[in-house]
């Protein structure tokens, strides 16, 4: 791979305000290419950017064009930063008038070099507000596409798509279905800007002078009508990689706008530099429809404030994953002391959910085009959701450690990973890195928080690869309660063989699996109508229905004594998740109150559930502090 640095433009604005300033700030800037003006931390532009190529093992050769007005600049600064002198192309031009274009440049260094590999081009004189992306991320991606690359970002607020070249990528092959340079307001919705970032196969390179042919100006030689010719009529694949960062072409901006946007990204980078970032994800109680979200079915749950694991993530100089002191024990009193808690607590704390998030994350942003920031975080949890009872633990973990990471690393929710996509990826690293049995109900509800009906119909699945989830009214809703078992059994055995006799096609779980999505709908009636008289029956009815298919042997001895408590004071009562706990509604406040003596006398936790409304909640994720 080789790279190309282009700094061949004339006349800035950006040169003659500087030129022209009165206020004695920027006079000893007079004269100065604009790639060798000062950037972000006061490094020079161009220093950046030598910085991040100056990689042999990436880069074979990189090459440095400009013009004939400033090459003695660049030819010093070239020797005075280990650059080989050799690779600085003078492309001849003095002025504005006679200038080549960027395509006409990079095809002089291509044809004067005799260049025959893959070629990476960036702008010299560009502002990156990210000082630490991995490039080695973008060169994988390209090779790992069949076609060009262009790299882009999200425009922010108050930059203009009319002043950009603007892509359209498609969101599942990458593909970019059509280049706009600078469009006019309104021909595209499209906020996604490509920048002079570019890796071209050797293939490609031909095309540069077949371009040039058709071009008489230098104007119509810019980088951008070359990639609205190559995309929108050549109909040549190329690929998009989104840079979770933002750019500028000083060469476009006067001075006010450079010192503004140096403000801009050097604020940016101060406000992020070391600030912990502390997010929270609630445990749930599925409240309706639950097991069927495994199998196509339909359900209503809920997040619950009164339990909830904590993930905080602060930038450090090396990636480190702590332990939790209870969850993840490495000093015990005795041997005796290591046998108790083995055998209470089993082997598999938190700290492997962190590592498999993380994991996992990077191969998702690698596999999407989405190029990191080459830094590093220490990562740590808390959590104070029952063990093995049902409440969601696990994935509420990966949750939380999946929301430190989008905002560690600037992922957004509507663009690069949207809350149906994040359900479906803390599933993931359950089943495929951790193989742990779970379904999706848990991990929707804790994305999209409070009341959530999800219908997991499989035409939703197949077709989107996600069901239709509607988050749901929470105002004046019924005092719910929750009561689980002190030591419970493994949860996961609930589950018993209902799985693969319904992947046979048996039909007692099929039509089990149907009536539960026939009864979710039923209690969302209910929810909307506040019947809660008739959510009471269809709470009793979901947990028959489930007892009919599981069998009491597998529902368990525990989970049947709670059931029966609730039963003796007239309550519903179900499961709120795969076992070790029970989720009720009483309509009798005295018989509550009764049956929480009775729970606890049974030797169970009892609580009163808390509802967590995200609309209404007064502490929000990024406001939290460790």
Known sequence: MICILLVAGHGTILETQIKNDTSGLYGHLTGVPKALLPGIGGK???????????????FSEVYLVTNADKYKHYERWATANGFPAENVVNDGSTTPEDCLGAVADLELVIRSRRLQDDIMV?????????????????LRFFRSKPGDLAIYYVLEEGERSCSRGIVEVCPDTHRITRFLEKPEEGLTASRLASVVFYCLRRVTLPRLSQFLALQSSAWDRALGRFWEWLINDEKVP??????????????????SDYIQWLSRYAAKQEGTSGKPITCRTYARVGLMGNPSDGFHGKTIAMSISNFWAEVSMTETQTLVLLPHPLNDPTEFGSLQDLHSISQKEGYLGGLRLLQATCKKFYQFCSEKGIA??????????????????????????????????????????????PRAVQASF???VETEELFITAGLQDRVVQVYEGLVYMDFSKDLMDEKGYGEYIPMD??????????????????????????QRWLNGDTAVVQAM???????????????CKD?????????????LRRSVYTDESLGPGNLKMVQIAIQFGSAVKLPGSGGAVVGLCLDSDRLMAMKQAFQEAGCVFCIIVPYDPSSASVQDSDLAP
Not at 44 to 58: C, P, S, Y
Not at 243 to 252: D, R, V
Not at 532 to 541: E, P
Request: aromatic share 12%; glycine share 6%; hydrophobic share 40%.
């Open 44 to 58: 020079k532009i161009l220093d950046f950017w030598w910085e991040t190529v100056n990689m042999r093992q990436l």
């Open 122 to 138: 960036i702008a010299g004189d560009m502002l990156c507000s990210d000082q630490n992306f991995d490039i080695a991320q973008v």
């Open 238 to 255: 190329v690929f998009g990689m989104k840079l979770p960062t933002g750019f500028q072409l000083i060469g476009q901006v006067g001075l």
């Open 372 to 417: 990191l920031s080459k830094k590093n975080f220490t990562l740590k949890y808390d959590t104070n959701i029952p063990r093995q009872v049902g409440l969601a633990g696990s994935s509420a973990i990966v949750s939380a450690t999946l929301k430190c990471l989008m905002k560690f690393y600037n992922i957004t929710d509507h663009q690069d990973m």
């Open 426 to 428: 803390i599933l993931n």
């Open 474 to 499: 929470m105002t004046d809703l019924p005092q719910f309660w929750l009561a689980y078992l002190c030591d419970p059994s493994d949860s996961g055995r609930i589950h018993s063989n209902v799985r």
């Open 514 to 528: 149907n009536s539960f999505a026939e009864l979710t709908d039923q209690a969302r009636s209910a929810f909307k």
């Open 532 to 544: 809660w008289s008739r959510l009471a029956q269809l709470m009793d009815q979901n947990f028959e």
